[in-house]
C-alpha cells in the first residue's frame, strides 16, 4: 500500500497523559499537512510541512501540542497534559509540490480523553 | 475571512438519480478548490481538484465545477448508486496558494437508496 497511513488508528487516554502520533506520508510527497476532525465538521487545518520545515501553525495548535518532521519523512503529532476537549480524529495528509497540490489524506487517528 | 458552506447538510435520492451537491465561499481569491468523499469513521478520498483558472473536471460519473465570481462550485454525479452513500466535503485553498491550509465545508451526507 503507497498511500498515507496513520498510527494508532484508535488512542484510549486518561485526561492529563500524554500521547504521541506518527504519520508517513506518500514516499515522493515533500509536503505534509495536520488536520483535527470532530464529529459532524469538516476538517480543521493544525499544521504544514514542507520537507522537515514546519511553514505554518494554526492558533488550534495551543502549546500542548507539538508536530515534528525530522529528515522530511514521517512525521509524529504529540499532545501533552491530554484535555477531553482533544478528543477527535486527528488526520494526516500529504502532497507534491507543485501545480497539482492534491493533498491525500490517511485513515486517521481517533482519540478519546477519558 | 474565508468561509466554506455546503448546503444541504445530509440528502437521500433514489437509486439512479441525477444529483448536485452545493458548495459556497466567500472570498473569491482561491488558489484551488478540492472535493472529498468521506465514509464513516475513514480518512478522506480526493476525488477532484480544480484550480482557480479552470471552470470544470470531471472523473467517471463525476463532474465539478467551478465559477469563482460567484463563490460557488458544484458537484455533479451521474447515475447515483447505493455505494455513492457517503459525506461529501469541499475545502478551498486561498490566494496565491503558498499556503497548506485547506478550509473545508462541513460536508453533505449523502445517502443513495437501493
Known amino acids: 500500500d503507497t498511500g498515507v497511513s496513520q498510527d494508532p488508528r484508535h488512542k484510549i487516554t486518561k485526561r492529563g497523559q500524554n500521547v504521541t502520533f506518527r504519520c508517513d506520508p506518500i514516499s515522493e510527497h515533500n509536503r505534509l499537512y495536520w488536520y483535527r476532525q470532530t464529529l459532524g465538521q469538516g476538517p480543521e487545518f493544525l499544521t504544514y510541512?514542507?520537507?522537515?520545515?514546519?511553514?505554518?501553525k494554526s492558533r488550534l495548535l495551543s502549546d500542548r501540542f507539538s508536530a515534528e518532521r525530522p529528515k522530511g519523512s514521517f512525521s509524529t503529532l504529540e499532545i501533552q497534559r491530554t484535555e477531553q476537549g482533544d478528543s477527535a480524529m486527528y488526520l494526516c495528509a500529504s502532497s507534491p509540490q507543485g501545480w497539482d497540490d492534491t493533498q491525500y489524506f490517511g485513515p486517521g487517528t481517533r482519540l478519546t480523553v477519558l | 475571512k474565508q468561509e466554506v458552506t455546503q448546503i444541504p447538510a445530509a440528502l437521500s435520492v433514489p437509486e439512479g438519480e441525477n444529483l448536485v451537491l452545493n458548495c459556497s465561499f466567500t472570498?473569491?481569491?482561491?488558489?484551488?478548490l478540492q472535493w472529498f468523499r468521506q465514509d464513516p469513521g475513514k480518512g478522506l478520498t480526493s476525488l477532484l481538484l480544480i484550480q482557480s483558472s479552470q471552470r470544470e473536471q470531471t472523473s467517471g460519473r463525476l463532474n465539478a465545477s467551478l465559477d469563482k465570481s460567484s463563490g460557488r462550485s458544484t458537484l455533479y454525479i451521474a447515475a447515483s448508486q447505493p455505494g455513492d452513500s457517503a459525506t461529501y466535503l469541499c475545502?478551498?485553498?486561498?490566494?496565491?496558494?503558498?499556503?497548506?491550509?485547506?478550509?473545508f465545508g462541513q460536508g453533505t451526507t449523502l445517502q443513495v437508496k437501493p
Open positions: 475545502a478551498v485553498k486561498r490566494g496565491s496558494g503558498n499556503t497548506g491550509k485547506l478550509i
Open positions: 510541512f514542507q520537507n522537515e520545515a514546519q511553514l505554518e
Open positions: 472570498d473569491s481569491a482561491i488558489y484551488n
